[in-house]
C-alpha cells in the first residue's frame, strides 16, 4: 500500500476490527447477490430479452466472473477498505481511482434505494415509501453497532432467501413434470417481437445488477482475518452459489410462464408460484422477497459506508467521514451519512429507474476494477480475464436503456467536474503557500 494510504489510515484515531473468515464473507457476498434481484429483475429482463434471457443471464455471469476474478486478485494485493477506489488509485493513477468511487458510491446508493423500495413494495404497498424508509433507518441502526451483528442478521436472511427459492424452484418443476402448469412453446417459447442482439444484452446489463454484490467483501477489507488467503477464496464462492441460484429460478420461472409470461409479470416469482397451482405460496413468497431486499440493503449500506471511508481518508469527501467509532470500531459518521442520503431517495425514488441508473455506476465501477488487474502482470494467460471483464463492462453500460445511459453518464461527469475544480482549488492554494515573503 501507498505512503499515501497508510497516512489516510493512519490519521483516524482507531482502525477497523479484522474478525470475517472465509464463511463470513461468503455469507456477505450471498447477502448482497441473493437477494431482491432474483425477485425483481428477472420480469424487465425477459421483456428486453424474450427468449434470449438465460443467454443474457450467461452473458451476466461470465462479466461478473471475470470481475470477480479481477477483485480478488486487487483486495489480496490490497486488502484496505474503499474496494476499487483503492486498486483504481493505487494501479491507475488519482483520477481513476475517484471515479472509480465515484460511481460506486452513487450507483450503490441508488441500489440502496431500489432495495428500500422492494421492501416497502412487498410488505406495505400503499405505504411503500415510509417503510423503505424505516427499513433504511433500521438497519443504519445495526451497522452502527458493529460489522458482526450486521453478519448474524445476514446469515439468517440469507437462510430464509434460499429456503423459499428452494420452494418456488420445487413446486415449478413439480407443476411442469406432472404436467399441471407449462409455459406454451416451452422453455424458450415466444416473447416480445422484435427482440435481437440489443435486447439481449440490455437484459445481460439488468441482471448484471442482481450479480453485483459478489465484491462486497473486498471493500470490507480490512475487516476480514488473513485477506490475501481469504477474499480470492470467498469471492467465486459466493459468485458460483448465487449463479447455481439464478438459473435454477430462471429456469422455473421460464417453464411455467414462458417469456412472455415473464415479461408481463410485476412479481415474477409470485405469478410463478400461482401459474403452478400453488396459490398458498405466493405470501410465502412475498415475505422472502422482502426479507431478500432487506439483506440487499444491508449488505449495500455496509459497502457504500466503507467506500465512502477510503474516500474520506483521502480528501475526497469530506474528512470528517472519515472517523472510526471508539468502541464499536466501524465507520459511524459514513454509515450515518449514507443512511441519510439513501432515505431521502428512498422516500422520493423509483425502483425501475434506480436499478438502470446502478447498473451503469456499478458496470463503470467493475470496468476500472479491471483496468486496474491488468497492469498486475505482464503474462498474456494473466490479461484475457481483465480485458474480457473490460470489454464486457463498458459494452453491457451502454447497452442499457437510453434513460440510464444518460442519467448515469451526467452524475459521472458531474463527479469528474468536481475533482477537476477540487484540484485547481489545491493547486492554487499549494502555489500560493509556495509564494515568497514580500520584500
Known sequence: MTQQAGAGKAAGAVGLRRTLGVFDAVVIGL????????????????????PGLLLGLGIAAVVAYCNALASARLAARYPASGGTYVYGRERLGEFWGYLAGWAFVVGKT????????????????????????????????????????????????????????????????????????????????AGPSGVGLGGVLQA????????????????????????????????????GIALCVYVAVAVAALSVLGADGLAKASAPLADAVRAAGVPGLVPVVRVGAAVAALGSLLALILGVSRTTLAMARDRRLPGALAAVHPRFRVPHRAELAVGAVVAVLAATADVRGAIGFSSFGVLVYYAVANASAWTLSSAPLARVA?????????????????ASVVAGGAVLVAGVAVYGVRNVYEGRRGAAGRRPPPD
Open 31 to 50: 447477502g448482497a447477490m441473493v437477494g431482491a434481484g432474483v425477485f425483481a429483475v428477472l420480469g424487465p429482463a425477459a421483456e428486453a430479452a424474450g
Open 386 to 402: 481483465p480485458v474480457v471483464g473490460l470489454v464486457g463492462c463498458v459494452t453491457l453500460a451502454f447497452a442499457l436503456p437510453g
Open 110 to 189: 441508488a441500489s440502496c434505494a431500489a432495495m428500500a423500495l422492494t421492501v416497502g413494495t412487498y410488505v406495505w404497498p400503499e405505504h411503500a415509501h415510509a417503510v423503505a424508509v424505516a427499513a433504511v433507518l433500521g438497519l443504519t441502526a445495526v451497522n452502527y453497532v458493529g460489522v458482526q451483528k450486521s453478519l448474524w442478521l445476514t446469515r439468517g436472511i440469507v437462510a430464509v432467501v434460499l429456503v423459499v427459492l428452494v420452494g418456488v424452484v420445487a413446486v415449478c418443476a413439480g407443476a411442469v413434470w406432472s404436467g399441471a402448469a407449462g409455459a406454451d412453446g416451452g422453455l424458450f417459447g
Open 204 to 239: 445481460a446489463g439488468l441482471l448484471f445488477f442482481a450479480f453485483a454484490g459478489y465484491a462486497r467483501v473486498a471493500t470490507l477489507g480490512e475487516e476480514v482475518r488473513d485477506p490475501a488467503r481469504t477474499i480470492p477464496r470467498a469471492i467465486p464462492v459466493a459468485l
